[in-house]
């Protein structure tokens, strides 16, 4: 125990060094990472606290390197939005639909006018509309004309962070490919390609055999990992039940297969000594162990996952071949090594977070109990453990925890391993050797996924199913991880019950409320479209949802209801649909399908409900108005039972706290414009402004500027967006007039708080405030 405490304590140090550079926002020059090197050096050989530092500075090192020779690869900026020519192999499985076709392509050359640039590597492509004729596959090279853009996501507390998941796999540009004569196939697969191509034929087969059922996106993950048939429905059940671990080859699928083969091996390898004498029945089995393993993460596409399970699996079955059977505590801090060392931007996922604090907690937990527990005790006591000890982060990660993931656990867990996991791998390898048997298994392991759906989606569906939080302040974070060891201690520690008490802040954490007559508003970041929150005291105002794209995508899901968790809100007294564009309205749906909404009001009632809506509209008029708080609401505009139509029929809000006011124009024109003019002339006046129409040409005119006269403009626009919002004559109008503008694909999310002392009225840019140096424009 004693021996392996260094290494544990200079593990801790290296992963320390590497999350030291997560919140920076600009990174050292490369030059300072040659610069660490003999200072590493030098402190590795002292010892105590300069030896930490040693591993902590090696941490620095290694991230600050890699992070470095990522970002070398960037697109240049000259070449955003322009047509280029490429050439290269499609690096992943397309993900088709009706829409469009989505690949990563790894570039070989980039040109424009005949003139070679660096290229960025990898690259993450669409082809929307594409023909049969194409016929894309893994493994293809190809000649593209495509327009590319730098790493570019939304950027909104409790979101996800799609510039950083760009940047954890190596993607330094996303873009499109344009309908040109010089597209065209350049060679057919190649020799590179052999798992690629493997993965791919296996996916067409299990889609054939299954005939697109809905269990085929989770017998798809169980086999080769590809999760991108999966349906929003069906990640939400997961969830809600704690089992999205399932649909991700990781430790529980790679452990099973392994295992599996080592029990086989070592009862087989026993019936020939002569071989015994050569090789030990239990280093034969653990050499077996790490092949198959070997062979499942292969098929899974070595996934992030995949290789953390592999790298712990492999700690395990070396120290047995090598007759240096290791310590629970030292087997995890030597995986730890490993996967740091092979990629240290794992960090970044929420999975290396949860699975290696998922084993760290069954292995503290099972320290130093008194007795031996039966297998099911055991299992128990382990699933008690893990709900528990994953709580905070869970709640860090997600704002939310299931309630119910021991009872989703104790039937899927075992059904997915010892039936459904064999079932679906063995048919995936017997897909090449004997078809008819190969359908047989692949359809039994679907049928027992549909009626494990039933089940789970049921349990998701009770009301008790999850608990939300707000987001957890570090303070609170702190106090719940001690009170997390607290509680889990071996037996012998006294009054273990208080870590319970340290728990507390973690199940009743809230966003701190704005005071009496103030409000705290936040413009959302949805790329092209609009979407904001208001929050007073006691109540909550969204206005307009933002957009949706297709089926499986939309903004509520994916910044509304993330945004509204992370601030702990359960319910929304007022949903303002400004009217029935999509880019206002798309991710109402799921708002509504997820959160309860005390009332709606639309400019367009009959419109919204052609758009899903199935909740009682009202109308929205001038004249309505209501208090919350000490803060007015005032409808401004359309006026009632109007003639105006489309966008000049938009909602337009007015919210005044303690003598300041801010203004929701939706997406009014110059008609709409001149009658809020000529109706309210300088009541207008607001210190902030959400700029009409985006900053479209047909509004923001002079006399609607001058009326408003705001302090702020701010502008709700996606980053190249293909209506050029925007305008430049319009963002000349503003800046005629010194009006600070915000726009927000460049800061993020927008917030402010109405009600504050005039000089405290400054706007909160979430891109700044909250960025990494992956994000930094």
């Known amino acids: ?171 330094r540009a996303t873009g499109y490919i344009r309908k040109s004569h010089k597209n065209h196939k350049l060679t057919d697969v190649g020799s590179s390609c052999f798992l690629l191509c493997l993965r791919e034929k296996i996916r067409d087969h299990i889609i054939k055999i299954t005939h697109a059922r809905n269990s085929t996106g989770l017998l798809l993950a169980l086999s080769i990992g590809e999760r991108s048939l999966i349906t929003p429905v069906q990640w939400q059940w997961l969830r809600k039940t704690g089992t999205s ?162 009872l989703a656990n104790v039937l899927a867990i075992p059904l997915v391993s010892l039936l459904i996991a064999p079932l679906s791998l063995l048919g995936s390898l017997l897909l090449f050797i004997n078809p008819d048997w190969a359908a047989f298994l692949l359809l039994a392991a679907a049928w027992l996924l549909d009626r494990l759906s039933d089940y789970l989606s049921w349990l998701a569906g009770l009301p008790f199913a999850t608990w939300s939080a707000a987001v957890l302040s570090l303070p609170a974070l702190i106090l719940s991880l001690f009170g997390m060891l607290w509680l889990l201690a071996p037996q012998g520690i006294p009054a273990r019950w208080l870590g319970g008490v340290m728990l507390l802040p973690v199940l009743f954490a809230r966003f701190v409320s704005p005071l009496p007559e103030q409000a705290r508003f936040t413009l959302l970041d949805v790329g092209q479209g609009l979407a904001a929150v208001v929050q007073t005291r006691n109540h909550v105002l969204v206005f307009d949802t933002g957009a949706r794209f297709g089926k499986n995508f939309n903004m509520g899901d994916a910044v509304l209801i993330p945004f509204l968790r992370q601030r702990g809100i359960r319910q929304v007294d007022r949903l303002i649909l400004s009217h029935a564009d999509n880019d206002h309205l798309g991710g109402a749906a799921s708002l509504l399908a997820q959160i309860p909404v005390q009332k709606i009001l639309a400019s367009n009632p009959q419109r919204a409900r052609k758009k899903g809506i199935v909740q009682p509209i009202e109308p929205c008029h001038s004249g309505q108005q209501w208090n919350w708080d000490g803060v007015v609401f005032r409808i401004l ?42 109706r309210y002339g300088d009541k207008l006046r607001a210190e902030i402004l959400v700029v009409p129409h985006h900053g479209s040409k047909t509004s923001s005119t002079a006399a609607f500027i001058d009326s408003v006269s705001p302090r702020y403009a701010l502008f709700p626009t996606g980053y190249r967006n293909r209506y050029g919002f925007p305008h430049p004559s319009v963002l000349a ?25 005039a000089g405290a009225l400054q706007p909160q840019l979430f891109r700044q405030r909250q960025g990494h140096f992956w994000n930094s424009f």
């Not at 794992?346 to 937990?365: D, E, H, K, P, R």
């Not at 005044?656 to 124009?665: E, I, T």
């Not at 009006?739 to 927008?750: D, E, V």
């Open 637 to 678: 505009h359309p006026p009632p039972r109007t003639r105006l139509r489309r966008n000049n029929r938009s909602c337009v809000l007015q919210i005044v706290a303690g003598g300041q006011s801010l203004l929701l124009s939706g997406d009014i024109e110059k008609a709409a414009e001149h009658t809020l003019v000529r």
């Open 245 to 406: 671990h399932l649909v991700a080859i990781s430790g529980l699928h790679i452990g099973l297969v392994a295992g599996l083969m080592f029990l086989l091996l070592n009862r087989l390898w026993r019936f020939s000594g002569r071989v015994m004498l050569y090789c030990p029945a239990p280093k034969a089995a653990a050499w077996g162990a790490m092949a198959a393993a070997l062979v499942y993460a292969a098929l899974a596409g070595f996934s992030v996952p995949t290789q953390r399970a592999l790298i712990m699996l492999s700690v395990v079955m070396l120290g047995i071949i090598f007759n240096r059977p290791l310590s629970p505590g030292r087997t995890l801090a030597l995986a730890l090594l490993a996967v740091l060392i092979i990629d240290p931007l794992a960090v970044m996922s929420a999975g290396f977070w949860l699975s290696f604090l998922a084993v760290w907690v069954i292995v503290y937990g099972l320290a130093a109990r008194v007795g031996k527990p039966g297998k099911w005790q055991q299992w128990w006591r382990s699933q008690a453990w893990v709900t528990l000890g994953l709580m905070p982060v869970l709640l860090l990660f997600f704002q939310q925890v299931s309630l119910i993931a021991p």
């Open 733 to 757: 109008r503003y800046h005629l007039r010194k009006i600070p503008l915000y726009q927000t694909w460049a800061n993020g999310a927008i917030s402010f708080t109405l009600g504050v002392p």
């Open 1 to 171: 125990m004693r021996s392996g405490w260094p290494l544990r304590t200079g593990v801790i140090a290296f992963l320390a060094g590497i999350l030291s550079l997560q919140h920076v926002q600009v990174l050292p020059a490369i030059e300072w990472s040659i610069l660490l090197l003999p200072a590493i050096v030098l402190a590795v050989w002292l010892p105590g606290f300069w030896r930490l530092t040693g591993w902590w500075l090696a941490g620095v090192f290694w991230m600050l390197l890699q992070a470095q020779l990522i970002l070398v690869h960037s697109l240049p900026v000259k070449l955003e939005g322009k047509d280029v020519l490429v050439r290269g192999r499609i690096s992943s499985l397309p993900e088709q639909n009706f829409r469009r076709t989505r690949f990563e392509f790894e570039l070989e050359s980039l040109s424009r006018d005949g003139r070679i640039y660096s290229s960025p590597g990898r690259v993450r492509l669409s082809w929307y509309r594409v023909g049969k004729r194409q016929n894309l596959h893994a493994g293809q090279y190809w000649q593209l004309q495509v327009r590319l853009k730098r790493p570019q996501g939304l950027m909104n507390p409790g979101g996800f962070d799609y510039e950083g998941w760009l940047f954890q796999h190596r993607i």
